[in-house]
């Protein structure tokens, strides 16, 4: 897997702006989980929590496994870590320009 393209960083990051689907995510990569234990987590319908892992999917965040007559969720770890490096680079963009203003900064000014 190499990096994330554009249409996937925009599925991810707004499959992650929600929070109950962050909180799905974060169980599901601690451990699976049916659909119907993930629902008994949240004050909502069935249906809901339904749609929210679709949107995940969507995101390949997680994986709908069947087991059974259950639908058992995984978290995904390597979109999370494709994300993370997409991340960690604006970092070091951040970084560096935060390095050039403080070595700006640190040089004594020119003589008058």
Request: no cysteine.
């Amino acid at each position: 897997m190499g990096e994330l393209d554009d249409a996937e960083v925009d599925r991810v990051f707004r499959a992650l702006a929600d929070a109950t689907r962050r909180d799905i995510v974060r169980r599901t990569l601690g451990a699976e989980a049916s659909i119907s234990q993930l629902a008994d987590r949240y004050e909502m319908s069935f249906a809901a929590v339904q749609k929210h892992i679709a949107v995940l999917e969507a995101a390949d965040l997680v994986e709908r496994i069947p087991r059974g007559r259950e639908r058992i969720i995984r978290g995904n770890p390597d979109t999370i870590r494709r994300a993370q490096q997409l991340l960690g680079r604006f970092e070091q963009i951040w970084r560096g320009r935060i390095e050039r203003l403080d070595a700006l900064l640190a040089e004594d000014p020119p003589a008058s």
